[in-house]
């Protein structure tokens, strides 16, 4: 296999294990600048140019991009996808991952726990925030903080106003998360490669500090997950689009709390506390990829006119309740069933013989206008009716 590591940091502890261990298992590969790379699009085909040359052929990239560049170092990822060069982890998923609001949008989206977190725009609205998430105290997060930057706990509703008032000012965009106070100065980093969690360690922060992030002095230790927290970890990774990712997730009383999935996890410190060699395990899984990638299947699938990729829900009182997917009819009109929601399970390519239930969400490829006919139509508010005025306005000649 030909690897491209894509790090502006090439004798960073993460890079130089990740490229000795591509060497060792005998694969060829480099360190590349995101930076130094163009764009060309002035061919029939996409490609890229390294330093002023065209790029030469690769197997797979492996992203390594830092927070600052991370518009143009996705814009270099997205190109490698384009000329179907397999990377771990997708442009997409770099930039959902990123932005702390969106990230928590699309995870809310697919049960995952996570701390109660609201996001408003204007000091007047800080109030009513805050006791939608519990009260104070509560923790204020800058939307692209990194390593415990931008994190602030807040003890009373008063400084919370103060605070984010000062960010917004700055022109910074904030969230308000309730504070886990039964987790206090301890979270977990589940290290997430493929399908599995391959390493976990658990972070505690020193004296009174709060964050436990290791860059500001916390202590780690390695730690066996449930399978509720791997499940978690596992599915948090899979739903932002990364297959390699590092998620940190708060021990809540009533289970795993996810606060974040990072695209470029540090290999240091879990690697020293677990004494695993997570870096081979990422070169092996990218490896054993390379001759059956992973596709954009939204995207392939959506660029024959007239069909599309849907998300069809089986209604409490729909015709579906209790039909098997071979007698719902959906194949005589030319939908297929990819996967199958049900809770928070999900059936890949399910059979045909599967009867569907109440809550089901079936993931569709199909005829657009088919599976539109299926989605009922959503109830109108009705429109309310203000009483005339008791005596008419009077108007100016």
Same mark, same amino acid.
């Given at each position: ?14 890079? @130089? ?146 605070? &984010? ?27 997430? &490669?493929? *399908?599995? &969690? ?27 997950l449930?399978?509720?927290y791997? @499940?978690?970890?596992?599915r ?15 021990? %809540? ?5 996810v ?24 070169? *092996? ?36 309740v ?11 009109r ?10 928070? %399970? ?7 013989g ?22 009922p ?21």
């Amino acid at each position: 296999m030909k690897l491209a590591i894509l790090s502006r940091a090439p004798h960073a502890y993460s890079t @130089e294990r990740l490229r000795a261990a591509a060497i060792d298992r005998g694969h060829e590969v480099k360190v590349l600048n995101t930076l130094r790379f163009a764009i060309d699009l002035t061919g029939d085909d996409p490609d890229l140019q390294y330093r002023g040359k065209l790029l030469s052929d690769y197997d797979a990239v492996l992203p390594r991009i830092g927070n600052s560049i991370t518009y143009y170092g996705t814009a270099v990822v997205r190109q490698f996808e384009q000329m179907d060069v397999y990377t771990p982890n997708t442009a997409n998923g770099i930039t959902n991952s990123r932005d702390k609001l969106r990230a928590n949008q699309i995870l809310s989206r697919h049960d995952i726990g996570m701390p109660a977190t609201t996001f408003v725009n204007g000091r007047a609205d800080v109030r009513g925030a805050i006791e939608r998430v519990g009260g104070a105290p509560v923790v204020i997060k800058l939307l692209e903080g990194t390593q415990g930057i931008g994190v602030i706990l807040a003890p009373e509703a008063k400084v919370a106003e103060s605070i &984010v008032e000062t960010l917004h000012s700055t022109k910074q965009n904030v969230l308000i998360q309730s504070f886990i106070s039964e987790s206090r100065g301890k979270d977990i980093r589940a290290l997430v &490669v493929g *399908d599995r &969690v391959v390493a976990a360690m658990r972070r505690s922060a020193s004296g009174d500090e709060f964050r436990s992030n290791v860059h500001r002095g916390g202590t780690v230790e390695q730690v066996t997950l449930t399978p509720e927290y791997e @499940e978690a970890a596992v599915r948090s990774a899979q739903i932002m689009g990364l297959r390699v990712a590092g998620v940190d997730m708060l021990e %809540g009383n009533e289970g795993p709390l996810v606060m974040e999935v990072n695209s470029s996890p540090g290999l240091e410190g879990i690697e020293r506390a677990t004494g695993l060699d997570i870096a081979g395990a990422i070169i *092996d899984f990218i490896a054993n990829q390379v001759a059956f990638p992973e596709i954009d299947v939204r995207q392939r699938l959506s660029v024959s006119t007239g069909y599309g990729v849907a998300e069809l829900l089986v209604h409490t009182n729909a015709d579906l309740v209790g039909k098997t997917i071979k007698e719902s009819g959906l194949w005589d009109r030319d939908i297929t069933v990819l996967t199958l929601h049900r809770g928070s %399970g999900v059936i890949p390519n399910p059979r045909s013989g599967v009867a569907l239930e109440p809550g089901d969400r079936l993931l569709c490829f199909g005829k657009l206008e088919e599976m539109r006919s299926m989605i009922p139509e959503r109830r109108k508010r009705r429109a309310k009716l203000r009483k005339l005025p008791k005596e008419p306005r009077q108007t100016e000649a």
